[in-house]
């Protein structure tokens, strides 16, 4: 009955921003750690951030460090990922997780840490 479901990917240029959200429904429990991953053609699965369900914590791979930025809205129920200075090596199928957690711990980075998954966002950022 979870259902993640990501938008907001599109094709942009070298430099530009974009802002995906994850809408969650069918959740009756707000304990869940949340992350964004992405797999580039060819590529496995990686884990691009995640965020706490309780402190706000975030924890993200370096290769985004200050360009990326996880946030959440619980309210609403949704995850985003604000995306700046775009690389066309960022171009990837995005995807959210969520995680029950009943702990603070903000660093799970492999796919078998998390529960539930959307079907994806595509971002192509071109040269």
């Known amino acids: 009955q979870v259902q993640l479901v990501e938008s907001g990917g599109g094709l942009v240029q070298t430099g530009d921003s974009l802002r995906l959200s994850c809408a969650v429904s069918g959740r009756i429990s707000s304990r869940y750690n949340m992350a964004w991953f992405r797999q580039a053609p060819g590529k496995e699965r990686e884990f691009v951030a995640a965020?706490?369900?309780?402190?706000?914590?975030?924890y993200y791979t370096d290769s985004v460090k200050g360009r990326f930025a996880i946030s959440r809205d619980n309210a609403k129920n949704t995850v985003y990922l604000e995306m700046n200075s775009l690389e066309p090596e960022d171009t990837a199928v995005y995807y959210c997780?969520?995680?029950?957690?009943?702990?603070?711990?903000?660093?799970?980075?492999?796919?078998?840490?998390?529960?539930?998954w959307g079907q994806g966002t595509q971002v192509t950022v071109s040269s």
């Open positions: 965020i706490s369900w309780n402190t706000g914590s975030t």
């Open positions: 997780a969520d995680r029950f957690s009943l702990s603070s711990t903000v660093r799970y980075t492999t796919n078998s840490d998390y529960d539930s």
